[in-house]
């Protein structure tokens, strides 16, 4: 007999699978809950009925790049997609209403399993905050890019696609879990916002003895960027924070390719890998005199800790902070960061 299914969660990041169980951990432990994980998420999830994510990507720049290429490479990852979703069906009984709480609507297999759904079920569609991409503000060419997007994304891959750069903005979406709803660009008017918080146990003052630099890493290729790039910025890093005797530890980021990062680190002693399985926020903040992030959700997180603010570097793509969590701490552009090594014209452009 199938297992009937009234609640399905789909996780992708570690910091998500944090929030989620301090937001539904009775809920996500029941028989009628599915959990549906990445492959990025290393804790144990004690759940009965779990899946892990097909982690099939694919990006309207790469087939813009080479549209003949990834056209046919894209439609045969839909295919898999849709297989995927077929086999959920063949093997579960959804309940009429279910409920769906994701972290994001980006995600292409989250999108084909809602289209999917949202035909035949009552669902209910639950956000769930997980870093910044809730709080951007949309350029005005993004609004012109989305219906043509969702338009020629039915026509060309046989799907509906949509073109997602804040999170948190489906229309099927009922409810909004974020830290910040205050600092949100917009809200519509039928959907409910909760705000939460998570505990924050560390309390790190100017008088907390505090050495080397923890830099929170980033994936390149999700900027554009290569390999090179990265090293220089780390070097920069290097050159402009540490002192004799200090260490600047990485914490890589759940999407970058460890063995790439080794092998750029194997040559700097004097910076050094934490191990990737880590969450962030559980990391001792107090152990580190300065700590710098490539505009990420760290911020937030490290500004309710009360970790000095002076000390929070962050370092991003625009000449100015795209966000006003990146505005209360201290920012760089990296083109001026790379002007620092005279690096900039070979690694940035």
């Known amino acids: 007999m199938k297992q009937k299914i009234k609640n399905i969660y789909i996780i992708l990041t570690p910091f998500h699978f944090k929030v989620m169980k301090h937001l539904f951990k ?10 549906i994980y990445s492959k990025n998420i290393f804790d144990e999830i004690n759940s009965k009925h779990t899946l892990l994510h097909p982690n099939i990507e694919f990006s309207i720049d790469s087939i813009l790049k080479n549209p003949f290429k990834e056209f046919l490479i894209t439609r045969n990852k839909l295919k898999t997609i849709t297989k995927f979703i077929e086999k959920l069906e063949n093997n579960y009984l959804f309940n009429s ?17 809602l289209n999917k759904m949202c035909k035949t079920n009552n669902v209910k569609l639950i956000a769930v905050e997980e870093g910044t991409g809730y709080y ?75 050495k080397n630099i923890l830099f929170f890493s980033f994936p390149e290729q999700d900027l554009g960027k290569s390999l090179i790039f990265k090293q220089e910025i780390y070097l ?7 002192k004799k005797g200090q260490i600047m530890f990485i914490k890589p980021h759940p999407r970058e390719n460890i063995n790439e990062l080794e092998d750029i680190l194997k040559n700097i002693p004097q910076i050094k890998m ?17 700590i710098v992030n490539f505009s990420s959700s760290i911020v937030m997180y490290l500004l309710e800790s009360k970790y000095p603010r002076k000390d929070i570097i962050t370092i991003g793509l625009s000449k100015k902070p795209i966000l006003s969590f990146y505005s209360q701490t201290t920012y760089i552009w990296t083109k001026k960061l790379l002007r620092h090594r005279g690096v900039w014209k070979k690694t940035y452009l």
């Open 236 to 242: 920069s890093l290097k050159d402009k924070y540490l």
């Open 26 to 35: 009775t809920d996500m432990q029941l028989d009628s809950s599915l959990i």
């Open 136 to 210: 951007v503000n949309e350029k005005i060419k993004t609004k012109f890019l989305k219906p043509l997007y969702y338009l020629f994304s039915e026509i060309l891959m046989g799907h509906k696609i949509n073109y997602v750069t804040r999170f948190g903005t489906d229309k099927r979406i009922s409810v909004v879990y974020c830290r910040y709803p205050e600092m949100l660009p917009s809200k519509r008017t039928n959907v409910e916002y909760i705000k939460f918080k998570l505990k924050t146990e560390q309390l790190i003052t100017d008088h907390t003895e505090r």
């Open 97 to 113: 209403k279910i409920i769906i709480t994701i972290g994001t609507e980006k995600d292409n297999f989250t999108q084909l399993l």
């Open 274 to 290: 934490l191990d990737h399985k880590i969450l962030g926020e559980d990391i001792n903040f107090n152990k580190y005199l300065k």
